[in-house]
Structure formats: C-alpha cells, structure tokens
C-alpha cells in the first residue's frame, strides 16, 4: 500500500538531548513537509523540501534540522537548542507541478520531554 | 498573499441534524481548496478538494462543500451528523501549484447524542 509512515509513535526525550524523527513516504513524492501541532492548535510550518538535496526553512525552523539525501526520507531532528519541543509532529507529502494536489499526512510522532 | 479563516473554533450540533463548517480564504492565485479532517491522535484525512470541474464537490463520508468566488468561501455542510464524525477540522488553500499550502486554525465539530 502506497502511504506515509513515521516513528516512533511516542517519543520522549530528557533535556538536552537531540532526538530524530523519522518520515519515509513510497508515493514518489517530490515534495515532503514537516508539521507541529500543540493541543487545541492548528498545524505551523517546521521545514519543507520540493526535490532531493534541498529544503527550506518554514515559520518556526529555530531549534530543529533536517535532510533530504533520498526521495522517500525527511527525517526530522529535534534539537537541544528547542526549548519547547512537547508536541504532534507531522510529515506530510505532495506531488509538484500538478494543479489542485492534495498533501497526503502520517500519522503523527507525539514527542514528551520529560 | 493566501489565507484562510475558519469562522468557529467549536461547532456542537446533535447527531442526525446538519452541520456547516465555514471557511473563508484570501488567495491572489486561482485557488486550490481542501478539507481535511483530524481524529484525535491521528494525521489528517483529505475529506475532499476543489479542482474547478465544479462549484459543488462531494467528499468521503456524505460531505460536501460549494465554492463560492463571489464570497471567497468553501464552506463545508453534511445533511446529517454522525457521532464518528466528532474530530477536527482543517480548511486549506493552495497555489495552483500546490506549492505553498496554508491551514486554516481548525474547527472542532463536537457531535451530541
């Protein structure tokens, strides 16, 4: 089955530490996107990448990093320098150059930090 | 610049009476237009996308939404509610390249016995 997947589910992390989430999508998707959700909001833009070997800051880029050195993988990497990083983390992934394409979602990483 | 509103943070209605979910955009593009819908602890499932072949588009699980140009609105409607239908609710608009996409900040559709 074509689809998006990512893990862990859960993830928790002690202070300090640097986490990686991972997003891997077999839809042969030129463009992947991550996505912070904290309760009772809506989804806020992390990092986002059109093509393999490229991505580009979102609006709250400060304290995460990423890759894009294969076309089915984004990992996502929280690191110490987040202060707040407790959130619903989501991957999500679309076609380019096509007119009214959807994003296709995984379904989620929940990361605590304890 | 795109945008989008969702008029109400929280919609309650009981179940077998219709729901109306707003949604207003601001789009200097010939817009690309979706809902999708949120169970808690889950991603996002496209409920149903505007792709100009008509005003009136059907989605999964008896919705449905009507583009309206003239009042920049994609408002989302179901005939009936059904308990499995309590979850959120996210308008989104797009380029035409579906390069940039922009959420909306939700609607909670809560759905009373």
């Known amino acids: 089955d074509g689809g998006i997947t990512q893990s862990p589910k859960y993830l928790f992390r002690k202070e300090g530490q640097n986490v990686t989430l991972s997003c891997e999508q077999n839809?042969?998707?030129?463009?992947m996107y991550w996505y912070r959700q904290d309760p009772g909001q809506g989804l806020r833009l992390i990092y986002y990448?059109?093509?393999?070997?490229?991505?580009q800051k979102g609006d709250i880029a400060e304290g995460y990093s990423v890759s894009r050195e294969k076309k089915e993988s984004f990992p996502l990497t929280v690191t110490s320098a987040q202060k707040n990083p407790t959130a619903f983390y989501l991957c999500?992934?679309?076609?380019?150059?096509?007119?009214?394409?959807?994003?296709?979602f995984g379904p989620g990483t929940r990361l605590t930090v304890l | 610049a795109q945008s989008v509103t969702q008029l109400d943070s929280h919609v309650s209605v009981s179940e077998g009476t219709p729901v109306l979910l707003r949604c207003n955009y601001s789009s200097s593009y010939s817009p690309s237009l979706f809902w999708y819908v949120q169970h808690p602890n889950k991603g996002l499932q496209l409920l149903l996308k505007y792709t100009s072949a008509a005003t009136l588009v059907k989605g999964i699980n008896g919705f449905e939404a009507e583009f309206k140009k003239s009042e920049t609105s994609f408002h989302l409607t179901k005939p009936s509610a059904h308990m499995s239908d309590a979850a959120e609710y996210f308008c989104v608009v797009s380029d035409d390249y579906g390069q940039n996409f922009v959420f909306g900040p939700g609607t909670r559709l809560s759905v009373l016995p």
């Open positions: 839809l042969n998707h030129d463009a």
């Open positions: 999500a992934s679309s076609s380019t150059g096509v007119s009214y394409n959807e994003q296709f």
């Open positions: 990448s059109q093509i393999v070997n490229d991505f």
